[in-house]
């Protein structure tokens, strides 16, 4: 944060008149304590509380006398908070990660071959396996809930009657509700017995359990958001093909479903976000083995997930390998990001288009 | 649907027609279901019905339904029948066909001839051609039916015959599974039963567009059918699963005198009922803070945002930001509290850590849903105040606020429940002692010093367990914790979160309907 003109900042910024002199001077000295407080809250000072205090005194001082402007002051302020965090997430995460890449160089992502994952002095860590293992469920999940996902999203918005909507519409925001260790737990017990006992798998555990879990957890995502696109159809563009005497099916395939594409692929992108971010369900079902399965697309096989990785990993972890588990959270962290800010831009430009059209 | 009663009175026989096409979509149905039974062990593969086997029994299902369909779609299409039938199947099926032809090729040459993966790749591509091709340019009463009656007659006679029975096995070479006819049986039945469904529904509205949304419609049905069946088993699940812990030694009665030990109890050695009071205590104390951190943060962001900034880069940037801090992985935000958070707070995990990072994973939403509330207050409100001459900041406070209470709480509820739940920040920042005895008392533990920090809560600042972690605890201890356990903390988790949703779902509506009065 620079500290250049905070006067006539200040002032511009919050409309203040230039004679109010003690608005400012307050805002000022608010300022400059919150500065302090974060500045040594960064260096994990003890003393953060006594600018902190003086922060907390002014901000009382401004709403009992200006309150209009503290309390544009302080929105203002949760405003830039929340940029923040996502700023320090960022620098955090790389920081801690910087050790790994830099000993680990471009290998860290490329390197194929085994060994791996080695702690413990040997100090090899190559996250492709990791990788790989993301990749793999997070396309058996998205082969559930992306296809279910939207069917279920045309039922809610376009299909089902409203009673029936009523029902249907409040249960999948519930299964969005289902804790993750949940869907873990019954993983770990129910579906990995069941999985060893009938198919005889030599190891507890398997990709194609955790797909069909993850799977499931993202359907939700999937279906909310797809259907608020679908939603956001002009209902003249349906009722115009509606005119023409076409079914309600018809209409759906050749008018609401085109329309919606952006926005449903959109949906289908935070659907992916959430399978590639899922933590728990991986870590319990899984059974850790940091290398590739063999053959790549053995799905029965063991192998381990990003977030697998670290869950299981940070208990034991320091030095480098603590580094290179955040190395595996950067990944993490880059990926969802581009996916969520790639699904904003097609949700945004979808919106554009529409409004032009109608 | 009633565009067809015209076709319907020019053929006299259209109403057997109609009884055939939905005998079939009923007997498909029943096929479905018991494949599901079957897949999970509650139909045994041994149950015979007048001394055919359960297999031979779907075998016989899919000989009729398949007979049936071809004998359909041959009678609309040499015009026994008259139907609705396009010309044409048309591409969109033929893909849809394309795929059921790559399973069934890619399948059928690696288990018959035991090729490798590149080998039934290549095979269930071509057959996937074909498929496409094939069917796209049938007539559409011939293309619809055919293809998915074939199939179902080939299973069937796989089955009737005993091609594939109980004991029947295929061990790929190249992956670690085995796949037995108990498993293999159902999904194929489960699969097939599902095109049977489908082309049979095409057939009871007569082809046309009337039977491709009858035969869509019935897929779309199931799907949604499907996943609130998939909500109530698994409530049922956990529920049977964990009701006998949850209420082993509990007491009802006399009176008020309820006693329930597993909610009330630590986990003590030597101690009659364990419990999860610990851990009940750390979540609803995670909560509360993670609570007291975003919801101030987030709806000051959000009236910032949507009041006093004028539309532009910045808003664009902070609203960008804030959709991307929703999807940012729970693990992820573990790490960032781990790198960041619990340094600061004497260097070990500690309860205050947990309830910020958990308030930095609600923010967004909070954010998010109340921007969308303080949104759809009409403008006309803001106008009819400013009209009054009170300043912007007294019409927040007293207009758009107010009115835009009700969403935001609702947002904030679902979220709370959302939160609840997460296990994987609490695990890297927060826990500690995974079956602690007693839980954090943080309202007795403030202590003012005249040294700085001044205020201290030395329980704040400890490492505390948590309703998931608890959970996750179970399963990692491994042998020496009882299973029993594990599922008794997984109802009661399950009952805070859902009791959370139940409450946010139940007031949109209480207040949509308020606001349609």
């Not at chain 1, 160089?105 to 413990?120: D, I, K, Q, V």
């Not at chain 1, 996916?339 to 032009?356: A, D, N, P, T, V």
């Amino acid at each position: 944060m620079t500290t250049k003109e905070p006067f006539q900042q200040l002032k511009d910024r919050f409309g203040v008149e230039a004679s109010d002199d003690r608005v400012v001077t307050a805002g000022a000295a608010g300022a400059l304590c919150l500065v302090a407080t974060a500045i040594l809250f960064l260096l994990g000072s003890q003393f953060t509380a006594i600018p902190l205090a003086g922060f907390l005194f002014t901000v009382g001082y401004g709403l009992w006398n200006h309150q209009a402007t503290t309390a544009k002051a302080l929105t203002f302020l949760a405003t830039i908070a929340t940029g923040a965090i996502l700023a320090l997430i960022t620098v955090y995460l790389i920081s801690e990660a910087l050790p790994a890449m830099r000993e680990m160089g471009l290998s860290m992502f490329t390197e194929a071959s085994a060994p791996m994952w080695r702690t413990r002095g040997e100090e090899v860590y190559s996250l492709v396996p990791m990788m790989w293992g993301t990749l793999v469920t997070t396309i058996l999940a998205m082969l559930i809930a992306g296809p279910l996902g939207v069917a279920g999203a045309l039922f809610i918005s376009e299909i089902a009657p409203d009673a029936v909507r009523e029902i249907v519409k409040p249960a999948v925001e519930t299964l969005a509700g289902i804790p993750s260790i949940v869907y873990g737990f019954i993983g770990f017990t129910i579906l990995n017995d069941y999985m060893m006992e009938n198919l005889e798998l030599p190891t507890s555990g398997s990709l194609v359990i955790v797909g069909l879990v993850v799977g499931l957890m993202s359907l939700p995502t999937v279906v909310s958001v797809a259907e608020d696109a679908i939603a956001s159809v002009p209902e003249s563009m349906k009722s115009g093909s509606l005119a023409l005497g076409t079914t309600d099916w018809q209409t759906i395939k050749s008018i609401t479903i085109p329309a919606a594409f952006s926005g449903v692929s959109a949906a289908v992108l935070l659907g992916v976000g959430r399978a590639v971010g899922e933590t728990m369900a991986a870590t319990v079902i899984l059974g850790h083995a940091q290398r590739l399965p063999d053959p790549l697309y053995d799905v029965f096989g063991n192998t381990e997930t990003l977030t697998s990785l670290i869950a299981s990993q940070y208990g034991v972890a320091s030095g480098t390998h603590m580094s290179a588990l955040f190395a595996a959270g950067v990944v993490l962290f880059v990926s969802v990001t581009v996916l969520s800010i790639g699904s904003q831009y097609i949700e945004r430009r979808m919106k554009h288009q529409l409004q032009g059209e109608s | 649907m009633s565009g067809e009663t015209a076709s319907r009175t020019a053929a006299p026989g259209i109403d057997t027609f109609d009884r055939v096409a939905l005998g079939i979509v009923g007997t498909a149905i029943v096929t479905f279901l018991l494949g599901w039974t079957t897949l999970f062990d509650r139909t045994s593969p041994d149950t015979a019905v007048a001394g055919l086997s359960l297999f031979a029994l779907f075998g016989a299902a899919f000989l009729l339904a398949g007979a049936g369909l071809i004998a359909a779609g041959i009678a609309s299409n040499v015009g026994l029948f008259e139907t609705t039938a396009d010309q044409y199947t048309g591409l969109g099926t033929g893909v849809a066909f394309g795929v059921v032809g790559f399973a069934t090729g890619g399948l059928v040459t690696t288990i018959l001839f035991g090729v490798g993966a590149t080998g039934s790749v290549l095979v269930g591509l071509v057959v996937a051609l074909i498929a496409t091709l094939g069917v796209a340019v049938l007539p559409e009463d011939i293309g619809t039916t055919l293809p998915v009656g074939l199939l179902a007659l080939t299973w069937g006679v796989l089955l009737v015959a005993g091609f594939v029975d109980v004991g029947w096995v295929w061990d790929p070479p190249s992956i670690k599974a085995t796949f037995h006819a108990p498993i293999v049986v159902p999904l194929v039945t489960i699969a097939l039963s599902l095109l049977v469904a489908w082309s049979g529904a095409i057939v009871a509205e007569e082809f046309g567009s009337q039977g491709r949304q009858n035969g869509a419609y019935l897929m779309i049905g199931l799907n949604a059918f499907g996943m609130i069946a998939v909500l109530l088993l698994l409530i049922l699940f956990v529920v049977r699963k964990g009701l006998p812990k949850l209420l082993e030694g509990a007491q009802f009665g006399p009176g008020l005198n309820i006693s329930v030990p597993f909610l009330t109890k630590g986990v003590v050695l030597g101690q009659q009922y364990n419990g999860i009071f610990p851990a009940i205590v750390g979540t609803v104390w995670l909560v509360i803070g993670a609570v007291v951190l975003a919801i101030p943060m987030g709806i000051g962001a959000a009236v910032f945002l949507t009041e006093y900034a004028e539309q532009g880069r910045f808003t664009a940037v902070i609203e960008t930001a804030t959709n991307a801090l929703w999807s940012t992985p729970s693990i992820v935000y573990g790490l960032f509290g781990y790198a960041f958070l619990v340094p600061r707070f004497g260097n070990r995990n500690s309860l205050l850590a947990g309830m910020m990072v958990l308030g930095f994973m609600l923010l967004p939403l909070v954010v998010i849903t109340s921007r969308e509330a303080i949104k759809s207050v009409p403008d006309e409100y803001r106008d009819a105040s400013a009209a009054l001459g009170v300043n912007q900041w007294q019409t927040i406070r007293s207009v758009v606020l107010p009115a835009a209470m009700p969403g935001v709480v609702t947002g904030v509820i679902l979220g709370v429940g959302r939160i609840a739940g997460e296990t994987a920040p609490i695990l890297l920042v927060t826990s500690g002692q995974p079956f602690p005895a007693r839980a954090p008392s943080i309202l007795g533990s403030f202590r003012f010093t005249a040294a700085p920090p001044f205020v201290q809560n030395e329980a704040l600042l400890q490492a505390s367990s948590a309703l998931p972690y608890q959970l996750y605890a179970v399963i990692t201890a491994g042998v020496g914790q009882e299973e029993a356990f594990g599922w008794g903390t997984a109802l009661v988790l399950l009952m805070v979160v859902l009791g959370f949703y139940a409450i946010g779902i139940t007031s949109r509506i209480y207040f949509r309907k308020k606001l349609n009065q």
